[in-house]
């Protein structure tokens, strides 16, 4: 095996699981999930079929992943963040039918306690602060806080508050990227 399961971890034949990654205690990947490398799943997480995780993944404990979830490289779901999968559930009402997607776009983060309403996608960089309930699709690098959650401004993809001039450019203060926003959306300046 080129990846580590703990020994109280359930890992269902047929799950496609990358080299380097680390499923913790209590954890249970479904048959046909999908998990890149260099992964880490903590304590109690729950992936579902269906489900498909891209490379440097790191899940924080007690997150379940339902069908229908897709999350790209270099994402970052924290402790106790919650998915769903469908808009208007009822234990009296088959709707496994009914799932939606989401897709998480790469190098986001999801605070602790967030959650995300099925069917809203999360763009690239994007942050999502803790306990926030996202009930709309996210732009790349936007933060978002509350519930319901609201844009208040912009993350670099350094995970820096980004503060953009009157000519529409920011210096991310970690790393001293540039972005520039114009018609609300955001684009780190590329230096060739």
């Not at 379940?64 to 924290?78: A, P």
């Not at 776009?105 to 069917?119: F, M, R, S, Y």
Request: proline letters at 3%.
């Amino acid at each position: 095996m080129s990846y580590y399961v703990h020994p109280t971890a359930i890992v269902d034949e047929g799950a496609q699981i990358g080299e380097n990654t680390k499923i913790w205690h209590f954890c249970h990947i479904m048959p046909k999930a999908i998990i890149g490398k260099d992964c880490s799943l903590g304590q109690n997480v729950f992936v579902a079929n269906g489900v498909t995780l891209g490379n440097n993944v790191k899940i924080q404990n007690n997150v379940s992943i339902y069908e229908g979830v897709t999350c790209e490289d270099d994402v970052f779901l924290g402790p106790s963040m919650v998915f769903t999968n469908v808009y208007n559930p009822r234990s009296a009402v088959n709707r496994k039918n009914e799932y939606m997607r989401t897709i998480v776009g790469k190098g986001a983060t999801i605070g602790a306690n967030a959650t995300i309403v099925c069917g809203n996608d999360i763009g690239a960089f994007a942050f999502i602060g803790a306990g926030a309930v996202v009930t709309k699709e996210v732009p790349a690098y936007a933060l978002i806080v509350g519930s319901p959650g609201r844009q208040i401004g912009w993350m670099s993809e350094h995970g820096e508050r980004l503060q953009f001039d009157e000519k529409g450019e920011a210096v991310c203060a970690g790393s001293g990227e540039r972005y520039f926003l114009k018609n609300n959306i955001v684009e780190k300046l590329r230096i060739d």
